[in-house]
């Protein structure tokens, strides 16, 4: 495909269920973002990879968020033992690498998280 | 105060009007983004600028680095262009600093 992909588009779960979130970006783009938006919200950062790099944590919200990535490809995002204050629209944007990651990113359409 | 402040916050407009939409930093940046995200929740890139001017169809985005200010401007504007307009900017890195969001209506 030629954009961001993610599944599901929507996912419903009971709290203190896992869930796991996928990304796939668009081929040949090194880097890849994940983030959060909270109904009337901005987006917030969670987590970022650049290739082989170290991925930059910072902007996950607790030890219940986990994300990985295989090499260049697929990303995962892992929420543990759900919450209802999780319920949000969980975007994922890949970008090219350039500049230190100072490029254009586009987009997915987003996973619509509510935990009941 | 935000380190990315936009104006305004809401607007209104009838179609056909010409739309500005501002936005102002406080700090040093690398690279200005404007984005656009549609009611359904899909964001798309609309510019990445640095300094001058961008045109891309009937958007035209400005920047002044001086002044710390960007602009984005709709010509002829049309009900398809309601949304959320958003300014981020690049503090040499590749984490985004993000504006609050213009939320944009076009009535027809």
């Known amino acids: 495909g030629a954009g961001v992909s993610q599944s599901p588009s929507n996912k419903v779960t009971e709290k203190g269920k896992d869930v796991e979130l996928r990304c796939d970006p668009i081929s040949g783009h090194t880097a890849l973002y994940w983030y959060r938006q909270r109904l009337g919200q901005g987006l917030e950062f969670l987590i970022y990879f650049q290739g082989n790099s170290a991925p930059d944590k910072s902007g996950l919200p607790s030890d219940r968020f986990s994300a990985e990535r295989t090499g260049e490809s697929v990303s995962t995002l892992t929420i543990q033992r759900t919450q209802q204050e999780d319920s949000a629209v969980y975007l994922c944007?890949?970008?090219?690498?350039?500049?230190?990651?100072?490029?254009?990113?586009?987009f997915g359409p987003g996973t619509r998280l509510t935990v009941l | 105060k935000n380190e990315v402040e936009q104006s305004p916050q809401n607007l209104t407009a009838q179609e056909g009007e010409f739309i500005t939409i501002n936005c102002s930093y406080s700090?040093?940046?690398?690279?200005l983004h404007w984005l656009q995200q549609h009611p359904g929740g899909g964001i798309v890139s609309l510019f990445m600028l640095s300094s001058g001017k961008k045109k891309h169809g009937r958007l035209i985005a400005t920047i002044n680095i001086q002044e710390k200010h960007s602009s984005l401007h709709i010509t002829a504007s049309h009900p398809r262009d309601s949304a959320v307009y958003i300014c981020?900017?690049?503090?040499?890195?590749?984490?985004?600093?993000w504006g609050a969001g213009t939320k944009l209506i076009i009535k027809p």
């Open positions: 700090v040093g940046i690398s690279a």
């Open positions: 944007a890949s970008s090219p690498g350039l500049a230190g990651g100072q490029d254009t990113q586009y």
């Open positions: 981020a900017v690049n503090r040499g890195s590749y984490q985004l600093i």
